[in-house]
């Protein structure tokens, strides 16, 4: 099946560096992929979406500057926490439509990114 | 602004079927309904989706009701490793196929 891969795990950083996040497609092409943010307790929140090619798009309220996201080739995306502060900490989420983007396919999920900054 | 709601959370027997409800009236007559679990600190998990047919995998049913205004998630043989968050979750008609979340169901495997 789809495999969505995310790297690092978990990552821990001191305020004011830098953080970048990687998604790969292992066994797909993804011309979008997705991220999420997800605090404790709570449900999965969209932050962008990342098209192959182009600019992301991005939720209301989400810093484009602050988070840079980066698709640059079909299997892979990065997001990466630019000037991390404390309350950047939190679980960060791939995903990507495995095949063609039509309501009968399935989203797969990267395995998460746990971001700690110090 | 999900479109779906779902209990907060459900305890169940191990060994039992648990059941997992969820409304979603205001679907449109082309969204598909999918459910996802969140089992703590991983990536969510695809489990099953559907349109208007009951639908069956090795891992759960969906039954749709036939005005598709709600749906119910039937795990048959609940073990302890399906204590999860489930997620119930209407593709929202945007050009890029987002799905937005809900708060989901707390299931809770009790042996």
């Known amino acids: 099946g789809a495999v969505v891969s995310q790297h690092p795990s978990r990552v821990i950083c001191k305020s004011g560096t830098s953080v970048k996040i990687e998604c790969r497609s292992l066994d797909f092409q993804a011309t979008t992929m997705f991220w999420y943010r997800q605090f404790p307790k709570q449900s999965l929140m969209l932050m962008a979406t990342?098209?192959?090619?182009?600019?992301?798009?991005?939720e209301q309220g989400v810093e484009k500057d602050k988070f840079l996201i980066n698709h640059a080739s079909l299997t892979l995306s990065t997001l990466t926490v630019t000037s991390a502060h404390p309350e950047d900490s939190s679980f960060y989420i791939c995903?990507?439509?495995?095949?063609?983007?039509?309501?009968?396919?399935?989203?797969?999920f990267g395995a998460g990114s746990r971001l700690t900054v110090l | 602004d999900a479109k779906t709601t779902q209990p907060t959370s459900m305890d169940c027997a191990e060994g039992r079927a648990a059941n997992l409800p969820c409304n979603h009236s205001?679907?449109?007559?082309?969204?598909?309904v999918y459910w996802y679990r969140q089992i703590h600190s991983q990536g969510p998990q695809y489990i099953i989706h559907?349109?208007?047919?009951?639908e069956t995998n090795e891992m759960a049913s969906l039954i749709i009701t036939e005005d598709r205004k709600s749906s119910t998630l039937i795990l048959p043989h609940a073990t302890l490793r399906d204590t999860a968050v489930y997620y119930c979750?209407?593709?929202?008609?945007?050009?890029?196929?987002?799905?937005?979340w809900g708060a989901g169901t707390k299931l809770i495997i009790k042996p």
């Open positions: 979750i209407v593709r929202v008609l945007r050009s890029n196929y987002q799905l937005i």
């Open positions: 990342s098209n192959e090619g182009s600019k992301a798009t991005y």
């Open positions: 205001t679907i449109s007559g082309n969204e598909y």
């Open positions: 995903s990507a439509w495995a095949g063609k983007t039509t309501a009968a396919n399935v989203l797969t």
């Open positions: 559907g349109l208007k047919n009951n």
